[in-house]
Every structure is written in structure tokens, then in C-alpha cells.
């Protein structure tokens, strides 16, 4: 049975556990990247740990007994808070098609009905076509917007977007 913990410091090195394997895994779905993450300290860990989980964001863990198998966070806009953003959503290999990924969306939905958000938005790379079909299936649309991704300028991130209404 899979549940859902949210990042403290309680498990910051479980989270960084994660963060990393999803960078390997899938490196340009996130603007982030793998070799320059590695160069954290712990400490760094824990305060992102502390940062990821706060008033204004929120991110969880999805554990299958003590593994860490999913990640996702959520932020609200610091210059519109009526807009929030799903963020760093990855599931394992192992365990993709099994709902994980729905769980933590749906997760991130709660927290932003919460905080009064009337809209999630991501960003997808364009050449995750996967990812893209799963979002749409959550009822995520193409904004139309788009920006370089900064990893790869071949490719681009688009902008998805799901009311929160």
C-alpha cells in the first residue's frame, strides 16, 4: 500500500535518495540536473527539505513500505497566489501505472483548493509525450505558452494548466 509523507527533516535524506534517482532516470524532465544536485551537502538537503514543506509550497514522498517510489510539490505564485504549480513529479519505473502518479497529483490538488489557488499549472518537456497524455488525462490543458528548456535548447517546456474550481 502506497502512502503519501510529506518532505520534513525527518526524512530530507529520503527525499534526496528520490530527487537524485529521478534526475538519472529522467533527466530532462526536470530544469534541474543531476551532476549539480549531487553537489549538495546534507545540510543543504534538509534545508530544502524545510523549504519544500512551508506555508506558501508543499511536497510529498510516496512510500511503498520504507521505499520512496514518487515524488511531487506544489507552490502557490508569489506574485499571484491564486495560481499554484505542480513541481518535481516523478514516479519509479517500477511502480509507474499503478495510480502513484494520479495519487500525488490529486495530492497536490487538495493542497491548492486549500490555499484557495483557482489553478495548477506544470511544465512539461516537449518531448515527454507520455507525461503530457498522463496530464491531459487529469484534466490539464496546453496553455499555448512555452519557453526554452534551459538544459536543451532543441527542446521545449510547455506550459499545461488545470482549474482548481
Known amino acids: 500500500m502506497i502512502e503519501l509523507k510529506l518532505i520534513g527533516a525527518t526524512n530530507a535524506l529520503v527525499f534526496k535518495d528520490i530527487r537524485l534517482r529521478a534526475l538519472q532516470d529522467s533527466p530532462t524532465a526536470f530544469s534541474a540536473n543531476y551532476a549539480d544536485e549531487c553537489k549538495l551537502t546534507d545540510s543543504d538537503w534538509l534545508n ?55 495519487t500525488l497529483v490529486e495530492a497536490i490538488v487538495t493542497w491548492g483548493r486549500r490555499h484557495r489557488a483557482r489553478n495548477l499549472n506544470l511544465m512539461v518537456t516537449s518531448n515527454n509525450e507520455q507525461a503530457m497524455q498522463f496530464y491531459q488525462s487529469l484534466g490539464f490543458a496546453l496553455t499555448g505558452r512555452n519557453e526554452i528548456y534551459r538544459n536543451d535548447t532543441s527542446l521545449l517546456d510547455y506550459e499545461m494548466c488545470r482549474s482548481l474550481s
Not at 520512496?68 to 499571484?80: H, M, P, T, Y
Open 48 to 102: 530544502r527539505a524545510a523549504q519544500w514543506t512551508s506555508d506558501k509550497s508543499v511536497a510529498y514522498l510516496a512510500m511503498d513500505a520504507s521505499a520512496a517510489v514518487g515524488i511531487a510539490a506544489g507552490g502557490l505564485d508569489k506574485n499571484d497566489p491564486e495560481n499554484a504549480s505542480l513541481m518535481s513529479m516523478w514516479v519509479a519505473p517500477t511502480h509507474r501505472r499503478l495510480g502513484i502518479g494520479r
